[in-house]
């Protein structure tokens, strides 16, 4: 896989930019502040869609415009990508033969599979500010250890350390079984349900078998039978009141009887009405004739028709009355209940005594019934509660073995256990590198890392071992660029791309002309392997070395 062009619009200092990028260095001039910088910035861009440097987006955009974009040409084994993003109205393409891919998480997510090198590991190890390129190997000893590790996963590990210290923390709590006098307790009270529920059961057996043998419809039966003594009393009082009746009947005759005529009398009793009332007002009531008064003698044969029509009318009233009455008694006494049907006091008492008992045997088959409902209630919830004793007792169990997985988990990601086999199997992988790039600079020292990530260098003459700090300031910066380069085909080499911003800075003229042979070793080898670096600079000292040099102003 290898850059093959770059392009960009209105990013940074550079209206347009159209680069071809061949194998070898590649430098870029241009004085403090012109852009050198941004050129490198804008391959980190196109590869991750993130400023290099801390900064928002927008700040990548040329001032005084509102938008901008980077394309990048990449050839993956014959295979052309075209990646391509915005800035201002951010979106963001891929392209791959006759595949495309839209959206700037869904280009991430395949640059993420396609390049050779995670994306998080760019900064760290291809794009490295020049004030950087040497701290990863200076500092405090655990500093260094813990910057070397960084790059083999070693964070990660941390990392997860600490999520895994946080599980076993949550986990301890559950991992503790119920105390045993819990389980006791329950058992405890489990049996003392189980015996008040056997006593209700018996008590509920008894109860049954004694309302059983009571007949409570026969004793309602006794209960709701009329009583000897009432009914006697009874047919006594009514006979005596037919006595009654029979002798007013006898005061009249069958001729009296058949000669009354009530609707006569009505009649009669009307007429003798109007009459007086004709005389009383001078108007007929019926017609409304006015009439001459009546005498004397008319007005009293008036009263006396008519209290001799009111004593017939009372004879014949008591007649009709005491008839009416004697039929209902005559029925009424047909309707009273035989003497079998009737039963004693005596009787009556003991069923209703009988009754009471039977409503008390009930109430108290009602009660036992509560109480063993009540009862088993209880059960079930104590039994429930030992169930889910044994269950926590098993979860418990359960958690304890995660907890030991885990901590046997977290004890390899130790610093002092997989992390140390990290570190020492990275110091063997990248001392491979730097003996290559040392022998490519010429460097007369044996730089190597121990296993720990210290680097160290050994005098051939003193055959001593040295720190890395121990070295003059330009040796640091030779030596840093060697391990930085180490590090890029370590870690990129399937990308084919290396960028050196500002090598010589604070470097003094005579480690500057020392560089400048290094970078025509580099150049070199750059061309050998297929590999393209940009060297920004403002030395003019190296320009000579490099076989394209962009001229930032120029461009």
Not at 171 to 195: H, W, Y
Not at 342 to 349: H, I, N, R
Not at 361 to 389: H, P, W
């Amino acid at each position: 896989m290898r850059l093959v062009t770059l392009e960009v619009e209105n990013f940074r200092r550079y209206k347009t930019l159209s680069l071809d990028i061949l194998p070898g260095l590649i430098g870029i001039k241009g004085p403090n502040g012109s852009g050198k910088s941004s050129i490198l910035e804008a391959i980190f861009f196109g590869l991750t869609g993130q400023p290099l440097v801390d900064t928002n987006k927008n700040d990548l955009i040329r001032w005084g415009e509102k938008k901008g974009w980077v394309r990048l040409t990449i050839d993956a084994d014959g295979s052309t990508i075209a990646v391509e993003r915005h800035i201002g109205r951010e979106k963001a393409t891929l392209t791959m033969g006759k595949d495309k891919i839209s959206g700037t998480r869904a280009v991430n997510a395949a640059l993420e599979q396609l390049l050779p090198i995670p994306t998080e590991y760019l900064r760290d190890v291809l794009f490295v500010a020049q004030e950087k390129l040497d701290e990863p190997l200076t500092g405090v000893e655990s500093t260094r250890k813990d910057r070397f590790g960084r790059l083999f996963g070693c964070a990660r590990f941390d990392r997860l350390r600490e999520i895994l210290q946080e599980a076993i923390v949550r986990l301890s709590v559950s991992a503790n079984p119920p105390s045993p006098d819990q389980l006791t307790a329950l058992n405890d009270a489990l049996n003392s349900i189980d015996e008040q529920i056997a006593k209700a059961n018996l008590e509920q057996g008894e109860l049954e078998k004694a309302l059983k043998e009571v007949d409570l419809r026969e004793l309602y039966r006794i209960v709701s039978s009329p009583r000897q003594k009432d009914l006697l009393e009874k047919r006594t009082r009514m006979e005596k009141r037919q006595q009654v009746l029979t002798d007013i009947l006898s005061g009249f005759t069958e001729e009296e009887t058949r000669t009354f005529d009530r609707a006569g009398l009505a009649d009669q009793w009307r007429q003798c009405m109007d009459k007086k009332t004709m005389h009383q007002t001078g108007v007929c009531p019926t017609c409304g004739h006015v009439s001459e008064p009546l005498t004397e003698d008319e007005v009293a044969e008036i009263d006396a028709s008519l209290a001799s029509i009111e004593q017939a009318r009372k004879r014949v009233e008591l007649f009709d009355s005491t008839a009416s009455e004697m039929v209902n008694l005559d029925n009424g006494l047909a309707a009273l209940p035989l003497p079998d049907a009737c039963v004693t006091d005596e009787m009556a008492q003991e069923a209703e005594k009988w009754i009471a008992e039977a409503t008390k045997l009930d109430s108290a088959l009602k009660e036992t019934l509560s109480s063993k409902r009540f009862a088993e209630g209880k059960r079930e919830g104590v039994v429930n509660a030992i169930k889910e004793y044994h269950s926590q007792c098993a979860e418990a169990e359960k958690v304890k073995g995660r907890l030991n997985l885990l901590t046997a988990v977290r004890d390899v990601m130790h610093r002092d256990a997989i992390q140390a086999r990290l570190r020492k199997y990275g110091a063997s992988r990248i001392n491979d590198h730097l003996q290559v790039f040392s022998s490519v600079f010429n460097i007369p020292y044996r730089v190597f890392f121990t296993d720990e990530g210290l680097m160290r260098f050994i005098d051939p003459s003193t055959s001593t071992e040295h720190d890395f700090i121990e070295l003059s300031g330009g040796q640091r910066k030779l030596v840093a660029l060697t391990y930085r380069l180490a590090l890029v085909r370590l870690f990129t080499r399937g990308l084919n791309l290396a960028t050196i911003d500002e090598p010589t800075a604070y470097v003094d003229e005579e480690n500057v002309e020392a560089m400048r042979e290094a970078f025509i070793s580099l150049d070199k080898f750059a061309r050998e392997v297929g590999m393209t670096a940009f060297v920004a600079t403002h030395e003019p000292a190296l320009l000579s070395v490099f076989q394209r040099v962009l001229e930032v102003g120029d461009v």
